[in-house]
């Protein structure tokens, strides 16, 4: 079984920054891709951000190339999402999910576990 807590949501206003974190328990990390994703309301859920188990490879979203980063530790067991020159598109929630693959996927039908998710509001 595997546990993910996500944290580091909140209110920040257009142009601002946020990182969020998700950690990761119940077995070790680096076996699996990691991604994550968002659902805004009334929306269906979708891809934000990817990286492979080994961390080297990442792959994200049109919507936010350029402006977020992916990237993880594993010694912590956590993956962070860098979040800068934020939108008021971009507010939703947002959610981490581990997938038993090992490279990036952006499907959200591959991954098999899934946080709680954490609140991201931005305003204009």
């Known amino acids: 079984q595997v546990q993910l807590v996500e944290s580091g949501g909140g209110l920040v206003q257009a142009g601002g920054s946020l990182r969020l974190s998700c950690a990761a328990s119940g077995r070790t990390r680096g076996s699996y891709a990691m991604g994550w994703f968002r659902q805004a309301p009334g929306k269906e859920r979708e891809f934000v951000a990817t990286?492979?188990?080994?961390?080297?490879?990442?792959y994200y979203a049109d919507s936010v190339k350029g402006r977020f980063t992916i990237s993880s530790d594993n010694a912590k067991n956590t993956v962070y999402l860098q979040m800068s020159s934020l939108k008021p598109e971009d507010t939703a929630v947002y959610y981490c999910a581990s997938t038993p693959k090992t490279i990036v996927v952006v499907t959200t039908s591959a991954y098999n576990y899934w946080g709680q998710g954490t609140q991201v509001t931005v305003s204009s």
């Open positions: 990286i492979s188990w080994s961390g080297t490879s990442t």
